[in-house]
């Protein structure tokens, strides 16, 4: 990891792979003097090459945290977060790995431990998507959904906690879906999966609480990632009259509410399911 320059905040469109990128909240940008609530932190951030992962990498660091952005195969893509991250003065490491293989959890925290000395945040965010009707589906289809949802919140909480709790401190959130309450056909497996990581937060808050660690579940519905970018404009419309605010979200927005909850000023808020998804979820 390299030590940079002290923070700064850049609101500028950078190219990352041929795709668009804002980096900060172009409708809200961080002022150039803005506090750093989370210098002193190290955050991991599962899946943190693309999408709403990325924009919660790089708004951690823009608040201050050091961050650790792991990917599964996406190498030059997470290179590139890391790249913008350290252009405004954070520190930056990118860790390859999968979150269901509990070896290469374990590999990777060690890692982080080794060049940040710590982990205060954990942002799960890694998932996968594998939609077909439950009557159709396979075993294998099942399993490695879980594995990586569920079994990767187990491998990465299994190996972070005990440290955190020794620490007096954590920030643990779980990146789940509107599925985990309101779900369609072809859900089922993400469904289970995502609101079974729901519960596990709970449990891991009620246990954790008096250790100063929080858990919570921050529940995005739709928001402009690469899943939507492939839609007609017939078939986004069609999306956007299903929610109250008439739009579809942008992964910026999650990352704010991402920043605030593993903030001092969240200290108060645990076990929770809190929706971001412009009232779909109502």
């Known amino acids: 990891m390299t030590q940079v320059a002290e923070p700064r905040t850049i609101n500028r469109v950078l ?92 590999r990777m925290v060690e890692q982080v431990f080794v060049e940040c000395g710590q982990v205060d945040i954990l942002i799960h965010n890694a998932g996968r998507r594998d939609d077909i009707p439950f009557h159709l589906m396979h075993r294998k289809q099942w399993d490695d959904l879980m594995r990586v949802h569920l079994g ?35 859900y089922a497996n993400l469904a289970a999966g995502k609101s079974a990581l729901a519960g596990l937060a709970r449990s891991l808050a009620v246990e954790n609480a008096r250790r100063g660690i929080t858990v919570n579940c921050v529940c995005p519905g739709m ?33 704010h509410l991402v920043s605030f909850l593993v903030s001092e000023q969240a200290a108060y808020i645990t076990g929770q399911e809190i929706h971001i998804d412009g009232g779909l979820s109502l």
């Open 15 to 106: 190219s990352l792979t041929g795709v668009d990128f804002v980096e900060g909240d172009a409708a809200h940008p961080l002022p150039a003097a803005a506090p750093l609530p989370l210098r002193g932190k190290v955050a991991l951030v599962t899946g943190g090459s693309h999408g709403i992962g990325r924009s919660v990498a790089i708004d951690l660091a823009q608040r201050g945290a050091a961050v650790a952005v792991n990917y599964h195969s996406s190498v030059h893509v997470a290179a590139t977060v890391c790249e913008v991250i350290s252009s405004f003065g954070a520190q930056a490491h990118s860790l390859p790995g999968d979150v269901g293989d509990e070896a290469a959890c374990t």
């Open 152 to 186: 990767g919140a187990y491998n990465l909480v299994r190996a972070l906690i005990n440290p955190m709790r020794q620490r007096g401190f954590g920030r643990v959130i779980f990146l789940t879906e509107s599925p985990s309450r309101h779900t369609a056909r072809g």
């Open 223 to 255: 928001i402009e990632t690469r899943r939507l970018q492939g839609l007609s404009t017939r078939d986004r419309e069609k999306l956007e009259s299903l929610v109250p605010e008439g739009r579809i979200g942008r992964p910026e927005e999650v990352a």
